[in-house]
């Protein structure tokens, strides 16, 4: 199975996101009672989810949408801010 553009998978007529940086990867589904697994071809467990309930056509990955939050501040920025306050002193 491969992944499309967005890293969205098709199992038994349900669209599953998993993450946008999986796009394109072949992966693997095994399926197991109401849960499956999905791993890539080198054995890293990408996703494990559980089925969706009858009539659900998407299940997302529990992420909001949009782009991700910057969690650091570049180092640069820091040089850069910190030139400013030493030449006003």
Do not use: W
């Not at 849960?35 to 071809?41: G, L, Q, R, S, W």
């Amino acid at each position: 199975m491969k992944l499309n553009s967005a890293g969205v998978i098709h199992v038994d007529k349900v669209f599953y996101k998993l993450h946008v940086d999986h796009a394109f990867k072949q992966v693997l589904a095994v399926t197991d009672g109401d849960h499956f697994t999905v791993t890539d071809f080198g054995g890293e467990i990408l996703a494990e989810p559980t089925r969706a309930a009858p009539g659900v056509t998407y299940a997302g990955n529990g992420r909001p949408r949009g782009p991700r939050p910057r969690t650091s501040v570049r180092p640069e920025v820091l040089r850069y801010q910190h030139h400013m306050v030493c030449s006003c002193a």
